[in-house]
């Protein structure tokens, strides 16, 4: 059998024509009869310098006959770009179920093929690994196959989620910093992946990344419970400020480890995770716990001394005070009522934490939001144990009550009597308040800590007994004049 070419100028001064499609039908009727014929017939071909158009491949691979492709490929075949809405070798293989013939197939095939899509936009390599066929992906890479040529590389790096070392080949062929990277970080930081976040960190995946929630790699991170993950991110240059939320979810979850990591590279434990909940910080969080050791490691000599310190004193735990003294938190800043911690914990009689703040050197005469020292706000409150310990750090006993002073202090003297001599005169004295009151306790620790029975007023010269006798405090006036009313 002899085929006669037909030739076309280009192809003659190549020396090559291409086969018509009568001889193409010969050569196909001959492959499919016995093997004489078809070696008559590839003899012909090459004789005559006679090259089988493409189109003869697509028959080797409907049959899945190995031995026809062998020996068109012997024959000089190359796949080429079919024409269009037609499928490529490949394509027609992945049909046809010819996986044994893909390794030969991808050999003779142009990067062209192997990166051209179908119809419905979907290349081989997608294929290949919505097939399954790992294998063959892998051989396809090797020949030039693109992944960015995917419809959706994203969903081709999730298609190798399962198998660790073909994402990672796909992820090092990725153009560096392209898009797909930034949803595979993602999924690789929830999942504690570290050494597939460094390679994804090293072809440019961006360190502070997002899911469509807002919530950032980092909080992605946090939350999830992966210091080494979280490490990584923060040395390519993600910010602790940019994500406050990753400080919040590792205080909830008590990460010690983590929450040093974030610490260190700059996280501000008074950020709220949530602009719309200010008051709910990592700080106050690990207040409310009671955890000391992540208080040592959010406390700075920048926090919010006032929220501190009325968590030490609402929950009377010296410990925590000792905490905040550790990392030199100001013992002059005012707490949310307005007042410095001396005068809070007087008015709340913690004679514990005033010991401490006095050993630490908090200032006697510091006010608080009336206007009064600690040792004026514990009289007022009838802390006698804490007056004392003041009166022995230094306070004098008969500094007079401030002044000016807001309105809010004049109910708390318990007295109207001294409420109005407080408005009308200056120089009252705590004795005299006592003495008005009537409070023996506190009128004998004033008196055995130097308190005066001649103090005066200043303006109408008024002694603490005049106090006493007008608001007919018997007893108080006793003693006042030296008596013992209990034996009287």
């Not at 049959?63 to 079919?82: E, I």
């Not at 009336?370 to 006993?397: D, S």
């Not at 308040?433 to 620790?445: C, E, K």
Request: net charge neutral.
């Amino acid at each position: 059998m002899r085929l006669q070419p037909s030739f076309n100028p280009q192809e003659k001064r190549r020396g090559r024509a291409h086969l018509p499609l009568a001889a193409l039908l010969i050569l196909t009727s001959a492959f499919s009869g016995c093997r004489d014929a078809r070696e008559q017939a590839l003899h012909d071909l090459k004789s005559q310098q006679i090259e089988p158009v493409p189109a003869s491949l697509l028959l080797a691979v409907s049959r899945k006959n190995s031995v026809l492709l062998d020996q068109l490929t012997a024959a000089g075949v190359q796949a080429a770009m079919p024409a269009k809405g037609e499928p490529t070798v490949l394509e027609a293989a992945i049909q046809a179920g010819a996986w044994d013939l893909m390794p030969k197939l991808i050999a003779i095939c142009p990067p062209a093929v192997l990166n051209t899509p179908d119809t419905r936009s979907r290349t081989v390599l997608e294929k290949c690994l919505a097939a399954a066929r790992p294998d063959v992906a892998s051989l396809l890479l090797d020949a030039g196959a693109k992944p960015e040529a995917a419809a959706d590389p994203t969903l081709l790096l999730e298609q190798a989620r399962s198998l660790p070392a073909l994402l990672d080949r796909l992820i090092r062929q990725l153009p560096a910093g392209h898009r797909a990277l930034s949803p595979a970080l993602l999924t690789a930081v929830q999942a504690g992946e570290t050494a597939r976040v460094e390679l994804l960190l090293s072809q440019g995946a961006p360190p502070e990344s997002k899911n469509a929630n807002g919530a950032s790699a980092l909080t992605l991170s946090s939350a999830s419970g992966h210091t080494g993950t979280a490490a990584l991110l923060l040395k390519a240059g993600a910010k602790p400020a940019n994500s406050p939320a990753a400080l919040q979810h590792a205080v909830e979850r008590k990460d010690s480890a983590l929450v040093k990591v974030l610490m260190g590279a700059g996280a501000n434990p008074s950020q709220p995770a949530d602009p719309a909940h200010a008051e709910k910080t990592p700080l106050t969080t690990a207040l409310a716990g009671d955890d000391l050791n992540l208080m040592d490691l959010l406390l700075t000599p920048d926090a919010p001394a006032g929220i501190c310190f009325e968590a030490a004193l609402v929950k009377d735990q010296p410990a925590m005070l000792d905490l905040m003294l550790k990392h030199r938190i100001p013992l002059d800043q005012a707490m949310p009522d307005g007042n410095p911690p001396l005068v809070k914990a007087a008015i709340e009689g913690k004679t514990e934490v005033v010991t401490r703040l006095l050993e630490k050197g908090a200032p006697l005469d510091t006010t608080g939001a009336l206007n009064q020292t600690a040792y004026h706000m514990a009289v007022i409150h009838g802390q006698n144990a804490v007056a004392a310990l003041l009166l022995k750090a230094g306070m004098k006993a008969d500094e007079p009550f401030r002044k000016p002073a807001p309105p809010e202090l004049l109910p708390l003297f318990d007295n109207e009597y001294f409420a109005k001599w407080y408005g009308k005169d200056d120089n009252l004295t705590p004795l005299m308040l006592a003495a008005a009151r009537g409070d023996g306790p506190q009128l004998r620790m004033l008196l055995d800590n130097g308190a005066k029975r001649g103090a005066q007023t200043k303006e109408w010269h008024r002694y603490p007994i005049v106090f006493a006798c007008d608001n007919a405090r018997i007893a108080a006036a006793q003693v006042l004049l030296g008596r013992d009313p209990d034996s009287e």
